[in-house]
Each structure stands twice: as C-alpha cells, then as structure tokens.
C-alpha cells in the first residue's frame, strides 16, 4: 500500500494551491485521511483531517482558507489552500488510517505518503 502525493510548488503570497494524494494497492478500508506539514525547524504538525463520513477538522491557523475533501471510491484525498501565507511553507505529507489484505488477513495501519513542497514567496 503507497499514497502518492502531488500538487506542491511555488506560489505568492494570496494564491492558491490544490494538493491531491491517491492511495493504491490491496486495500480493504479506508477511515481517516489528511494533511500534515512540516516546515524547516519545526515539528510536523496535523492540518486537516476527514473521515470516511465526511467529518472535517481543521488547524485553527487554516480554517476559512483551506478545505479538505475526498473521493472514497478513488481512496483520494485533497486540499485546496487559498489566500496562501509565507507562514504556511512547509512540505505537505498526506496520512490514511487504512485496513488492508496482507495474503490471508488484514492489517490496520497509518501510511503516509513522500510529502510535497509548499513555498509560499514572493
């Protein structure tokens, strides 16, 4: 099982970014899916999540500007960022709580994908 990341790069201060992550391989189930960031010096921190029910939350530092959704039948996760700030320069990592088929069984397991760079700058 990999998610697979893309939708990072170099924008101004104001614009706006959209961040997809599609997870692939023998899955079974997918719960909760979202977006962590880590900048430069600091630790990696949770920016929104979504349930497979379509429950959000949301960093208090982001809400009003970004928005998290999903396609369940695609096991995809987005986030659409607008009136993007310097501050929110970081690499974005996509996180699934899934369940998958390991030969005879399942397994549950938090996967993250390879992370994508936000520079925010003008």
């Known amino acids: 099982v990999q998610l697979q990341a893309s939708g990072g790069g170099l924008v101004q201060p104001g614009g706006s970014l959209r961040l997809s992550c599609v997870a692939s391989?023998?899955?079974?189930?997918?719960?909760?899916m979202g977006w962590y960031r880590q900048a430069p010096g600091s630790q990696r921190e949770l920016v929104a999540t979504?349930?497979?029910?379509?429950?959000?939350n949301y960093r208090d530092s982001v809400k009003g500007r970004f928005t998290i959704s999903r396609d369940s039948p695609r096991n995809a996760v987005y986030l659409q960022m607008n009136s993007l700030k310097a501050e929110d320069t970081a690499i974005y990592y996509c996180?699934?709580?899934?369940?998958?088929?390991?030969?005879?069984?399942?397994?549950?397991?938090?996967?993250w994908g390879q992370g994508t760079q936000v520079t925010v700058s003008s």
């Open positions: 391989g023998s899955i079974f189930s997918v719960n909760v």
């Open positions: 996180n699934a709580r899934l369940t998958y088929y390991d030969r005879t069984r399942l397994v549950s397991d938090s996967v």
């Open positions: 979504i349930t497979s029910g379509g429950g959000t």
